[in-house]
């Protein structure tokens, strides 16, 4: 049970970030958000359905691994946004990479007054 409760949560969030984005076409930041709600909303939903349905010894063996799904949630939630944020980081220094090697250095003659003028004539237009 405390397996099913580890790995439901991430299979709900994935499903339902999936049926955001692919089947009602939201955009990525309303298809994460759908996802992280959803993922929250089946432990309280479990919680409950378990609470109403059970009494006795049958609740206290179902109520904690409903209970444990919350902070699987959480788990999950912490890893997707971590494994996001580096992602993105990394996605960020590749790009400022790539915009350091398409600026063009000084070219003689051209960006470098020094180079090429007449030795007596110093005349700077550009630095």
Request: charged fraction near 20%.
């Amino acid at each position: 049970m405390l397996v099913a409760s580890a790995i439901v949560p991430g299979v709900a969030m994935g499903l339902a970030f999936l049926f955001a984005w692919l089947v009602l076409k939201k955009n990525l930041k309303s298809s994460k958000t759908v996802a992280f709600e959803t993922g929250s909303q089946n432990t309280a939903t479990a919680i409950t359905f378990v609470t109403i349905s059970y009494k006795g010894e049958e609740l206290k063996e179902l109520l904690p691994p409903a209970t444990f799904g919350g902070h699987f949630v959480l788990c999950w939630l912490i890893l997707i946004v971590g494994i996001y944020r580096l992602v993105m980081l990394a996605k960020a220094k590749d790009k400022k990479k790539s915009q350091q090697k398409e600026k063009p250095g000084l070219q003689e003659g051209i960006d470098n007054p020094a180079i090429n003028q007449d030795p007596d004539v110093i005349e700077i237009t550009r630095f």
